[in-house]
């Protein structure tokens, strides 16, 4: 059984980089007028602003009595939140979710600790399709609708170690689910709903699918050798909170954005009360038909990605494999500019601030979007 170890820091001086921020911003927080430009960081500096922040985490840990994180539990790599060890070796899913108006509503994905949005084709507005990573599958009663998948998740979820569930996908998929650390995927196995609806969108993931599915096609439900060590984000301490206005100097204002998602008009909005970033589609906030509960956040991560088309009818791959390209971070109603680096099929896409430091992120449940470079302008910040 393959055992995961929880933290691993990054070599803070891994970048040194220069990012022109190219999205609208507005209110900034802080006064600083050197609109959003980067300049080359120092290793004198590096070294300086590691020592302060090392010094600032320090601060926040002893504001208040550490949390003991109790014997029968450990912190997930997924969310850096306590969940029962009973699941620590137990691999997440990353189950492809319909987000075309007719599937909605949604079930299950406000059980999911990671939650991807991609354009999913380069027709149909740029539709797009959300990815939701889960850790804890066996308490899931019902997660769909489930829809095909592109060979950028297929990337996606082998940061992960996940098992894919999709309903098949074009031919360009071949080539990835032929590699050894790609090969453990399901599809089109899952339970038919009858919901009303034409059969594409009638298969969910209910509760039991997941074992009996596993078993029959012999994958590992546990932890292989492609899987990456520890977190996959470099969290804050449990208990404590990075306040990114007070941690930099250069940070935004960011209530609401809107994201250039044209066809559902994906956005997110800050809730104060409870410091999460609320979704919402279709003009409606996004709730789940099982719970109620509506999708939200701590963090919301915005990677800008150029794509490839890879045919006439519209399917693609994102460029996700690189260094150096623009990114936002936001958390309890701020937007910090930072940069992404995935160095390969399988790495961890690792994000880094100015200094060229490993960002920290807040615990609980993160949102991602791919963001087409040729609307990051659009993406807006009210």
């Excluded at 939701?132 to 998948?149: H, M, P, Y």
């Excluded at 991560?301 to 260094?323: A, P, R, V």
Aim: proline share 3%.
């Amino acid at each position: 059984m393959f055992n995961k170890t929880h933290g691993k820091k990054a070599l803070a001086a891994l970048l040194s980089m220069t990012m022109i921020l190219s999205v609208a911003a507005c209110g900034k927080t802080d006064g600083n007028t050197n609109d959003g430009a980067q300049s080359e960081v120092s290793y004198e500096k590096l070294e300086a602003n590691d020592a302060a922040t090392e010094s600032t985490t320090a601060e926040a840990v002893s504001a208040d009595e550490a949390y003991v994180l109790p014997d029968d539990m450990y912190y997930s790599e997924l969310t850096g939140e306590p969940i029962s060890k009973d699941i620590q070796d137990q691999r997440p899913i990353a189950a492809m979710v319909d987000n075309e108006i007719t599937a909605l509503p949604h079930y299950g994905t406000a059980q999911a600790d990671v939650v991807y949005e991609l354009m999913n084709s380069t027709k149909n507005d740029r539709i797009t399709r959300l990815m939701c990573v889960v850790k804890d599958w066996n308490n899931v009663e019902q997660l769909g609708s489930i829809r095909s998948t592109r060979p950028t998740n297929i990337l996606l979820a082998s940061e992960w170690n996940a098992i894919l569930c999709h309903d098949g996908g074009p031919y360009h998929n071949d080539a990835y689910f032929a590699k050894d650390w790609a090969k453990d995927h399901l599809s089109g196995v899952f339970s038919r709903v009858n919901n009303g609806k034409k059969r594409e969108f009638t298969e969910y993931i209910l509760s039991g699918d997941m074992n009996s599915q596993i078993e029959k096609y012999n994958i590992s439900a546990t932890y292989n050798e492609f899987a990456n060590e520890g977190s996959h984000f470099n969290f804050v301490p449990y208990g404590t909170e990075i306040n990114l206005d007070e941690k930099y100097d250069r940070s935004y204002t960011a209530n609401k954005v809107s994201l250039p998602f044209k066809h559902n008009g994906s956005t997110l909005t800050y809730n104060a009360e409870t410091g999460m970033y609320e979704y919402s589609e279709y003009g409606e906030p996004h709730e789940d038909e099982d719970s109620g509960e509506v999708l939200a956040f701590k963090n919301v991560i915005l990677q800008k990605c150029t794509f490839t088309q890879l045919d006439e009818n519209g399917y693609l791959i994102y460029n996700c494999i690189g260094s150096g390209e623009n990114a936002w971070y936001l958390t309890n109603g701020v937007a910090k500019d930072i940069t992404w680096v995935k160095s390969s099929e399988t790495a961890v896409t690792k994000f880094y601030d100015e200094n060229g430091e490993e960002l920290q992120i807040n615990t609980g449940k993160t949102y991602i979007a791919l963001i087409p470079d040729d609307t990051w302008d659009k993406v807006i910040f009210e």
